[in-house]
């Protein structure tokens, strides 16, 4: 809607050096940057998700006896919650079970083994909406587990006063409070 911009996209563990890159946007998992503008776009939480095809047999105390598909978010992802987490919060004995199955390094290849019927990983809002709302994903089971810090956005002074990174900002934004808002993902 803003006419022709280019955008490059990258995934990087923070921090991201602003001063030696030229990224006009960072959007990260918590406050990384005091040096720039940043501020508070949205707090999201994890849910499980899968394939329909696996969502029948899934309730909160047999859930860890599905496939578990783990994501490890290294060491900048500490914050983010585990199946340990997730099990432990319902009072659920999480076993060997929550240690054991899948494991990708990212969401995004967490969420496509879970599309793919491959097990049950937990999702950030944030990622999983729009397979929500597809009908590629199901929540097999209703409970939540709320992240520790919010999703933040950065912008460079230097970047902030051209328009079609203002315009960029707004979309991003908007589309990050939808997701987590999303009605899919009411519980």
Not at 102 to 109: F, I, Q, T
Request: proline residues 7%; aromatic residues 6%; negative net charge.
């Amino acid at each position: 809607s803003h006419g022709a911009a280019d955008i490059s996209l990258t995934g990087e563990d923070d921090p991201v050096p602003f001063d030696h890159e030229m990224v006009d946007i960072r959007l990260s998992y918590g406050r990384h940057y005091r040096e720039h503008p940043t501020e508070e776009i949205a707090r999201d939480a994890v849910y499980p998700v899968c394939a329909p095809s696996l969502a029948g047999a899934a309730k909160p105390e047999t859930l860890a006896g599905l496939p578990l598909i783990h994501t490890d978010w290294g060491p900048t992802g500490a914050a983010f919650p585990s199946w340990r987490n997730w099990l432990e919060a319902g009072g659920i004995a999480p076993g060997r079970s929550a240690q054991r199955g899948l494991s990708a390094n990212s969401s995004r290849a967490a969420l496509d083994l879970a599309m793919s019927g491959l097990g049950v990983a937990l999702a950030q809002g944030i990622y999983c909406a729009r397979a929500l709302e597809d009908g590629r994903l199901v929540r097999p089971v209703a409970r939540a587990l709320e992240l520790r810090q919010p999703y933040c956005l950065t912008i460079p002074e230097r970047s902030a006063r051209r328009d079609v990174v203002a315009a960029f900002r707004e979309w991003l934004i908007a589309e990050c409070v939808r997701a987590v808002r999303s009605p899919a993902l009411g519980a």
